[in-house]
Structure formats: C-alpha cells, structure tokens
C-alpha cells in the first residue's frame, strides 16, 4: 500500500471551508487505496497573532514560553482539521507533537528534531485511521513544547515521512510547484516536474520561498520523495528526486534572485601583506557572514579598493565594526548600497557543460547591465547587479537558457 | 510561609495590560512574603472562539478533538502569564495540565480530576518560582487532553490548592464578593465578608453565578479557603469558611434566584392509586429532574390538578413525554409557563430559628405576590412566583430580613 504524507500550509487552511477542501483531498487518497498521514501547519495568520502577542507581553521574552504559546496555532489546525476528516467519514485524530512524541533538543524557537516515535502512528495507520500531526513542533528534553522555527512545519512533514518511511511527502502550498524562475516576473517561466534536491537547496537559500531549506537538505539526506503542489488545483506539482532520476538533464533548470544582500566598499586600503584579512578579521569576529568579495586591480604596491556582500539584516553592524576597526586596517573610506539584487543560474547540468557563465556574462553585457561581483558554486552561478535590472535580468537570462514556456 | 493559589478569570486577563495588572498581584503578594502559585483561564472570548471553530467544523463533533482545540486557550494565557511574570522579575514558568500532571477521568469535556501529582511544582515554590498552570483541562488516562466543562478553571484551582496544601485559593473574578443578593437588581446589597460552604453551594446552584458549583464543592470537601474578590479593586473580597468559622450567624445570609424553570400543571388527573407515579415516572426514566411539587386539594374522589416546574431546557422534552403518556395517564389538559422565577433565602442560622419560612410569605403576601409553588431544605426556603415580580419580591425580602446595607 503507498503511504503519503501530506502537509497543508496556513493558507490552505485559511478558514473551515479551506479546510474541509484539505480534508475533501485527504478523504479522496484514501479512496484511492493510499495510507495517509496530515502534518497541519497553523490556519492563516494564527502563530503572526500569537507572535505579536508575546512581544507585547514583553520584547524580550523567554523562549520557551513563547514555544508553549506560539505551538498553540497547530493544536487548533490539528483538532479541526481532525473534526472535518471525521465528518467526511474518515476515522482520524490529532496528535500534538508531545503526545508522539516528536522529540528535539532544547533549542527552543530553534529546535531540531532528535527521533520520532512511531510505534503509535504506524498501528493507527495500518487500521486505517489518519493521523493529523501538528507540524512546527515537539517535546524537549525537559518535557516543554519546543517550536523549529518559522516555516517548520515543512520540516515536521519530511521528518515524519521519513520515520513512518513514507513514499512521498505531499507539500500543499499557496503556489502549484517550483518554476524556471518567479512567474510574477517571467510570465513564460514553467512549472517544473522535476528538481533535483541539490538545485532546490540552491533554488531555496538563493531566494525562492516555495520550501524551507531545513526540509529540503533533511529530504535529501533520507531521501524522502518530495512533492510540491497546490491545494487549490487538482494537477501535479513539483516533485523533488535524487539527481540520477533525471532523466533528461537541462543546462540550467531555474533562475532565483534576492533581495537579501548589501554590498560594502572599503577604498584606500594601504598596501600591506594581510590587509585583507585586517578587513574581515572583525567582520569574522562579529559572527557576519562575507559572501562575493572583489578585489580591485591596483598597482601591486598601491592602495586596494575591496568590494563584498553581507547579508542586507547585518549592514548596520558590519559598517559598525568596519568604522570601529578604521584605524588599524587604515582605509580612507566606505560606501554601502542596498540597492543591489543577487541573481543565479542553478543547474546540476553545469558540472558536465561548460559555457553557463559565458552565456550569463554575455547575456547581461548585451542589456548594458553592470556586474557589481560575481560568486559561483559547482551547480549555480551569482552575479549581484543593481536592483533597478531585476525584471530586465530576469527575463533576459530566462530566455538565453531556453526555459521559456512555448507560447 | 503561607502558600496561596490565585486564579484570575478570563475577564481579569483579558489584554495584555490587564495580565499585567494580574501579574502585579502576584509580584506584590511574593514581594509580602507568599508563597504564590497562579492557575488562569483562557483571555475573555477566547474559548467561546475555539468552541466556535469546532461546532463551524462539524456540529457532532469528537468531544476528544474539541478538547484539544479548546485547551489552547490556557496554554496561551499561561505562557504570556509567565512572561509578564517574568518581565517583572519573578521568576515563572507556565505548565500545561498535561505537564503537570493533572490527571482526570476520560469523560472529555466534563472530566473529573483523579489526581494531581505535586512534586515539581512543590520543588519550584520552595525556590521561589511561580507555576502558572493552565485551568479547565487536563490529561486523561489515554494520555490526552481532557476538559472539566465550562467554568471549569475555578475546580482545577481549588484542586491544586487542595493538592498543595495552600493556606488560602483566591479567585479573581469581575465581581468584587459575593453578596447578600445581585446587586445590580438590589443596590442596597450588602458584600459578604464570609459566608459557609453550604451556603454559597445553594446560592451557586439557586442562580448565584460567582463561583462554579463543583468549585465550592470540592472546596467543602477538602477544607480549602476560597476568597472570591475583584482583579480591578485593592480590597478583601468574601472569604468560603466552615460554618463554625462565621461567629455572628446571620439567620439569613442571602437571596438568589434563578429563570431556569419552567412551570407544568397537569389538569384532570384521574383519582388513582398511583396516580401521581403515573405522571413523574415517565419524566424519570427520560431523566429529567422535577423540582416543586404542588397537588391541589380535591375531594378525594375527584380529579387532581397537579403542578411541578422542570429545567427550562428540558421543558419541549417534557412536554413532549406527557404527550406520550397522555392516555395511560387519562389527564385532561397540561399547561406550561416559563415566565416564572424561583426567589430562595439562604443561611445555616435558619437551621435553628423558626419563623423564616413565615417571614417570607408574610413579606410576598404584602406586597400581593401569589406563590406558585414552594420547596425547601434545612439551609434554604425556595418560592415560585411570576416573573413579573423579580425586583419587587427581592427587595422587600432583602428588607424584611435586615439585609440592607447602611444608608
């Protein structure tokens, strides 16, 4: 018998009419002979409500009070969510993540989850009863709920079809699968019935927010068969595999951008074996991560301008440590923009064909768009350019690539 | 040291300025040198939410599920309790009835408390921690969540008081005492400074809605001190005592009354041994309890006319038995009436003073107001009358036994 894992988002559980549609998709597997287990994330707004409720009670506040509030959301998804399989007629019940237990460790707000019991489930499941586990959640070590952060429940999900050794996770989301690139901006961008793992970690921690990255490296690493799709449509999503299932592998399979960045330039760094690392030593220090860097060619013995990105939430510090450390890197002065996006071509095709960077470089040159740096990894390269050309980028490199939708 | 355990209603908690009014009370009382552990209900309106989200879903819906759902509501008010708390510098943590635990019967949503395992909380109040446990809920024998029923948050209150052996159980509630008689319809209604737990049993099953019946119950049973008194005033409030504590008794302590009756006269009951097993039998085995009794004097051959009043919620069903039986019984017409009000003077110095019954039907008789129907107790004297009459009945009663406060 297959046996799915199917996790419904907040915005498909928005309200009971959501729900009863979620519950409609639950009901119509099991008819279809599949075993089913939900993994529910909070109805639409509920855990920004309980947030905002916790910072009011105080701004700083202890983080494990604010995972006993916060988990709340899910027990109430879970138990209506459970109310509606039963009046369709499907035996089910809910399961807060303490009662399975889904453990972690006591990284409150933070956790991440150490095993999953599933002796319980496993016997419901085989009686054909549907459990409804709520997602973003578990016990820690000191018997308190411990939350994993925002967007865990993706994360739960994996992590449960994993243990109850599922043979696909279903994600329901607010969008029907993972595109080319973000069809806002390209309209001929095209659903993707694949993906490998390795370019949905890129595609997700270089700006596309279909998945949390935490579920996507944890699918990879127990192989857990993983399908994005909407709860709204009835047609097939995105399913994410082991590379070799490719079968007929692109060049480049997507386009993500991010708005994430800023870019730093320090002028006038006197020549001095180590300067460089006079400049990132602090920044090192500061716990700030540097990602492109470019070096300005300078007469070897003159003074270097050096240009690099953080990300956009640590500017304030990074040009705090960079002031503070002034006198002894000696540099003459700083400049800082915001206004930049990263943009990068992801494809496990690049490994075996050369020729992806060029036709970028190429590409961009022929719109007049300067490259402020450029960063590249086995299967993706990053140029950041001014936010001004996102739209403009976009669309050109999507074409270049042949990934656009016939018309 | 003395030990107390305060429990703060919903209306006491509900925004956040007043959980932080509450948690004020609580500062101040460990400041004074108490020994303090909090129990809270869900904030005002929360759990009338919740238990619309779950009749919304299904309007049968598995008692065990709403449970789960309506049991948020705590988690949430304690968790933000604790963090208010400690923003204060007390130092506190919530608990949930699970974590504790409470253990309770498996009746979901009417649970009874079996035990409550006191240990850690013990361990952390020695060291100066506050527990802020979650009212109304618990965990039943297969490990979920049960609740006690509505108002349920007084009885986990006086069980955790019972269970730790407190020197005093405060609730915190939108009135500031009880009183000799509503307020609102008396105003020369006096606050009571103590009153015995058998009297505030009748006040509370007769109409009075300060406190939960099973609450003042088990307060009885166990001996806990219970103050009820006001969150938004800095006075003492009325304290539950044994009898034998109240010095002075009042041959009265308090009036109550109640629109929870309906009224039912069976005309033409034909003279029968048995006769009267005939009507109330059937009402019996369809389990609806039959309060005052009235049977007309009638020649003793003759037909009776025989008058009892019933829960006004089971009067359609009532109505709807007697139909039934309308042949075997051999009645020649039935007529009900709900516009009724039962008025009841309360207090254990009747026990051992005659004339109270006189006084009140004197007073009715006074003032022109026919009575329907009469029952009593050895603390209590209950009269039927139309409910026209409400206000006018309570205040001269009020009157008639020196209730009244000082101009």
Chains 1, 2 share one sequence.
């Not at 865990?152 to 994996?158: I, L, N, P, R």
């Not at 206004?339 to 064909?353: A, E, F, L, Q």
């Amino acid at each position: 018998m297959t046996r799915i894992v199917k996790k419904f988002g907040g915005t498909s559980l928005g309200d009971l009419s959501r729900i009863r549609r979620a519950a409609e998709r639950v009901a119509a597997a099991r008819q279809a002979g599949e075993e089913v287990a939900v993994v529910v994330s909070a109805m639409a707004g509920e855990t920004n409500r309980l947030v905002a409720l916790c910072r009011e009670a105080a701004p700083l506040h202890d983080a494990r009070e604010y995972d006993a509030v916060v988990a709340s959301g899910e027990q109430v998804s879970a138990g209506l969510f459970a109310i509606v399989l039963q009046s369709l007629g499907v035996p089910a019940r809910s399961w807060a993540g303490w009662q399975i237990p889904i453990r972690t460790d006591d990284r409150h707000s933070a956790a991440l989850i150490s095993e999953i019991e599933t002796a319980a489930l496993q016997e419901r499941l085989a009686r054909g009863e549907v459990p409804v586990v709520t997602g973003f959640q578990g016990l820690g070590p000191d018997n308190r709920i411990t939350t994993l952060g925002r967007g865990g429940s993706d994360t739960s999900a994996v992590a449960l079809a994993a243990a109850l050794r599922a043979d696909r996770c279903d994600i329901y989301t607010d969008v029907d699968g993972v595109y080319t690139t973000d069809p806002r901006i390209v309209t001929r961008a095209r659903k993707l019935a694949r993906i490998s793992y390795e370019e949905m970690l890129e595609m997700a921690s270089l700006g596309a927010k279909v998945l949390q990255i935490r579920s996507v490296a944890l699918a990879m690493t127990h192989g857990v068969r993983v399908q994005v799709l909407s709860s709204f449509a009835d047609e097939p999503g995105t399913l994410l595999v082991n590379e070799d299932e490719i079968v007929e592998q692109e060049l480049v399979t997507g386009l993500a951008y991010s708005h994430n960045d800023a870019v730093i330039t320090v002028y006038g760094v006197p020549p001095r074996p180590g300067r460089v690392a006079d400049v990132f030593g602090p920044l090192a220090d500061a716990g700030i991560v540097v990602d492109m860097i470019v070096q300005s060619k300078t007469p070897a013995e003159g003074a270097a301008e050096i240009t690099f990105t953080v990300p956009r939430d640590d500017l304030a510090r990074a040009l705090d440590v960079l002031g503070t450390a002034r006198e002894k890197i000696g540099y003459s002065r700083l400049e800082h923009n915001t206004d930049v996006v990263k943009i990068s071509v992801i494809g496990i095709g690049m490994r075996s064909h050369a020729g992806v960077a060029n036709t970028m470089f190429r590409t961009l040159a022929e719109k007049g768009i300067p490259i402020l740096a450029i960063s590249t990894s086995e299967i993706k390269i990053s140029v950041l350019i001014d936010a001004a050309y996102t739209e403009l980028a976009l669309r050109a490199l999507h074409s270049a690539y042949d990934l656009d939708a016939a018309e």
